[in-house]
């Protein structure tokens, strides 16, 4: 079946570490994102890629580091910079919205939730 | 800048009620789409549905439908004799395109509502 898998479900870092959270998919989609959530709060873009090789910033990127090596992997790494990582993270993929182009909607990972200890 | 308000933060129904989840949302851009998706306590987002701005036909499927005005910003989702599966925390989201041209968007997401359906 295809979808998107994130990995680890539950991840703990301790103070001044660097974390990578893997996201894999195999619907062959351009385009990937991570989105962070807080409790209460909607998600909110922290990176994307809409091609191999590239990304950009999302709303807040800061603390967060990305890499596009294959289609494929959007790993995310959350670096000591991030001061408040403590949330649950989600990665999403899609296609392009064209004319005439439907099932555009992005496809979302189970998540990781990231706990400092 | 995009803006989606859901002003009900939760919602606590009994089993067979119905019960309609408020969104309104704020662009300045004429094509866009408006997106519901369901977050169960697994934490994943299902997709629900996608609405562009051209289309305001009210949409039903089975005991879900949607609500889309554009006169008041509005795109609202009615679950009717609701059940507690339906129970989760349920997003609106309105696109916004990253870049010219190359058809992708992301997503700005309201703050969700939580729907509690008991027995």
């Known amino acids: 079946d295809g979808g998107i898998t994130q990995s680890p479900k539950y991840l703990f870092r301790k103070e001044g570490q660097n974390v990578t959270l893997s996201c894999e998919q195999n619907?062959?989609?351009?385009?990937m994102y991570w989105y962070r959530q807080d409790p209460g709060q909607g998600l909110r873009l922290i990176y994307y890629?809409?091609?191999?090789?590239?990304?950009q910033k999302g709303d807040i990127a800061e603390g967060y580091s990305v890499s596009r090596e294959k289609k494929e992997s959007f790993p995310l790494t959350v670096t000591s910079a991030q001061k408040n990582p403590t949330a649950f993270y989600l990665c999403?993929?899609?296609?392009?919205?064209?004319?005439?182009?439907?099932?555009?909607?992005?496809?979302f990972g189970q998540g990781t939730r990231l706990t400092v200890v | 800048a995009q803006k989606v308000t859901q002003a009900q933060t939760e919602i606590s129904v009994v089993e067979k009620e119905d019960v309609t989840l408020d969104c309104v949302y704020e662009t300045r851009d004429t094509t866009y789409y408006l997106f519901w998706y369901k977050q169960p306590p697994s934490g994943e987002l299902v997709f629900l549905i996608r609405?562009?701005?051209?289309?305001?036909q009210n949409e039903i499927s089975g005991r879900y439908s949607w609500n889309f005005q554009k006169s008041t910003s509005s795109f609202n989702f009615t679950i009717t004799a609701s059940q507690v599966v339906d129970s989760a925390v349920y997003f609106c989201?309105?696109?916004?395109?990253?870049?010219?041209?190359?058809?992708?968007?992301?997503?700005?997401f309201g703050t969700g509502t939580r729907l509690l359906v008991s027995p």
């Open positions: 999403a993929s899609s296609i392009p919205h064209t004319r005439g182009t439907r099932d555009t909607e992005a496809f």
């Open positions: 609405r562009n701005s051209f289309d305001e």
């Open positions: 890629s809409q091609i191999v090789n590239d990304f």
């Open positions: 989201a309105l696109s916004e395109p990253l870049s010219m041209n190359t058809g992708f968007q992301k997503l700005v």
């Open positions: 619907l062959n989609h351009d385009a």
